[in-house]
């Protein structure tokens, strides 16, 4: 059972994402408006109340994300302006003049000679790191030696994918070294997969990549991988026409490619193929366990998917972004009277969407067709070429 709650963000542009902290109390949103808002809930009535509101960037922002508690209450967001920016929370008194809410800014990261579109903390355990990808096609890793003093980061690593970048995600899985999924948004569909996967060599202290997702040919919003609480293998969600829902297993580390220190090949399996969205997904998220995976798309719903025991995924539960509820019974017979004027059986995939059961919920988030490639003229302004 899903509960509808409508948040006036006051945000006075598009909202391009939306990212919880880890405790799942605090919230941040960033805009096309140049602003970031933090957001707390109300631990008596589970109300959200807007506790920092301020201008981040001098273009669209396009990703907000937040570190981990250990580093403190830190967030990273990242914009069409080609700089990325570190933000911490001020606690206590000594707060200066002129702050905003008591979040200040340590860092901007200027590297990128384009856009950047995504910005993303690594998992605790690799240390206190940020990835950034931009249209330019470079993956840059950064890392901060001193987790007391967010001023300072250094460039570690550029991953030059040949595409340009539109998404990423860390692999959080300790069992194996440290991975990341790169999404472009390439609209030529002879560029290749558009999903690539890079692992981190500690013998040669690069990135390598290892794998790149051949099934995966049209444009990439987002990638996430599931958390991995022990299974031998890793899910990687990618949001594109469909929703995919890939399978990355080990096999062996092959020491031909690079002596002794070898790459680790993959075995690739697509488990799930959705077109339910019947439009573009943009959004994918797992819960912590990596159990049921959330996808948003530009039918403007929000849908929940679970796995069995056996790999087999369905849709669990559907909510619209004004809060009601869906007729499935009524997209049904929509979608058998479509496929029986094309002479096509029911997809397989509708009957496993029907199973599941529909809630109530909300989304206040919807995404241009274009995003992130339009521009703005406020934008085009404020950037320094």
Not at 21 to 28: C, I, K, L, P, V
Not at 52 to 68: L, Y
Not at 238 to 248: E, G, Q
Not at 327 to 332: L, P, Y
């Amino acid at each position: 059972m899903f509960v509808a709650k409508s948040i006036q963000s006051d945000h006075k542009d598009l909202i391009h994402d939306v990212s919880f902290d880890f405790h799942g109390t605090r919230m941040a949103t960033c805009s096309s408006d140049q602003c970031v808002k933090i957001w707390d809930q109300d631990s008596s009535n589970g109300e959200w109340k807007c506790s920092a509101s301020w201008r981040v960037h001098s273009g669209s922002v396009w990703r907000v994300t937040w570190a981990h508690p250990e580093f403190g209450q830190v967030v990273a967001t990242c914009s069409f302006d080609r700089t990325a920016a570190i933000w911490e929370e001020m606690m206590g008194e000594n707060l200066a003049e002129g702050e905003h809410h008591a979040w200040i800014k340590r860092a901007s990261l200027v590297d990128s000679r384009t856009a950047v579109t995504d910005v993303k903390f690594a998992p605790k355990h690799l240390g206190f790191l940020l990835a950034t990808c931009s249209t330019d096609g470079i993956v840059r890793v950064y890392e901060a030696p001193d987790v007391m003093n967010l001023s300072q980061w250094s460039l570690q690593h550029e991953i030059s994918c040949k595409l340009k970048c539109s998404c990423l995600s860390w692999n959080t899985s300790r069992r194996h070294p440290a991975m990341l999924a790169v999404g472009s948004d390439d609209p030529n569909p002879s560029a290749g997969g558009k999903v690539q996967i890079y692992e981190y060599n500690d013998a040669t202290r690069k990135w390598n990549k290892v794998e790149t997702i051949a099934m995966v040919t049209d444009a990439v919003h987002d990638v996430a991988f599931a958390p991995n609480l022990g299974r031998s293998y890793h899910l990687l969600a990618v949001a594109t026409k469909t929703l995919k829902v890939i399978s990355i297993e080990p096999l062996r580390r092959d020491g031909t490619l690079s002596g002794a220190t070898g790459l680790t090949r993959f075995e690739l399996r697509q488990v799930g193929d959705f077109p339910n969205h019947d439009s573009q997904v943009w959004r994918v998220c797992w819960n912590v366990l990596g159990t049921v995976l959330v996808s948003s798309g530009d039918d403007s719903c929000v849908r929940m998917w679970k796995g069995n025991y056996l790999g087999n995924w369905k849709c669990i539960a559907v909510m619209k972004g004004d809060g009601t509820k869906i007729d499935m019974e009524r997209n049904q017979s929509t979608l058998y009277s479509r496929d029986k004027q094309t002479a096509q059986p029911v997809s397989s995939w509708y009957r496993r969407a029907s199973e599941g059961t529909p809630a109530q919920g909300v989304m206040n988030i919807r995404r241009s067709e274009g995003w992130p490639k339009f521009t703005t003229n406020k934008d085009q302004g404020n950037v320094m070429m």
